[in-house]
């Protein structure tokens, strides 16, 4: 089992920074694929990015690619997305996902862990 751990959300104006940790426990994540999600009211949750943890390459949807970059840091056993440039579109809660797979996976149903999720709000 991996339980999963968001916090860094809050309110920012359009333009602005935000850094959201994910911190893992449980289990080592070697072999996990790691990702972000978001979900704004009446939407689907849809995907953001994704790291692999052993290799560290990453995907991003295109919506964010060029604005937010996703990492982790091996000893601490956490994910980060430096989510920079932030617009009124990008308010959403925020989740952070893990499933042990080879490959990619975008869609929300692939994934096994999640985290319970943190708000982000851009206003303009």
């Known amino acids: 089992q991996v339980q999963l751990a968001e916090s860094g959300g809050g309110l920012v104006q359009a333009g602005g920074s935000l850094r959201l940790s994910c911190a893992a426990s449980?289990?080592?994540?070697?072999?996990?694929?790691m990702g972000w999600f978001r979900q704004a009211p009446g939407k689907e949750r849809e995907f953001v990015a994704g790291i692999r943890w052993i290799a560290g390459t990453t995907h991003y949807a295109d919506s964010v690619k060029g604005r937010f970059t996703i990492s982790r840091d091996n000893v601490k056993n956490t994910v980060y997305l430096q989510m920079n440039s932030l617009k009124p579109e990008d308010t959403a809660v925020y989740y952070c996902?893990?499933?042990?797979?080879?490959?990619?996976?975008?869609?929300?149903?692939?994934?096994?862990?999640w985290g319970q999720g943190t708000q982000v709000t851009v206003s303009s």
């Open positions: 996902a893990a499933d042990l797979r080879t490959g990619w996976a975008t869609t929300a149903n692939q994934y096994d862990y």
């Open positions: 449980g289990r080592t994540l070697s072999g996990y694929l």
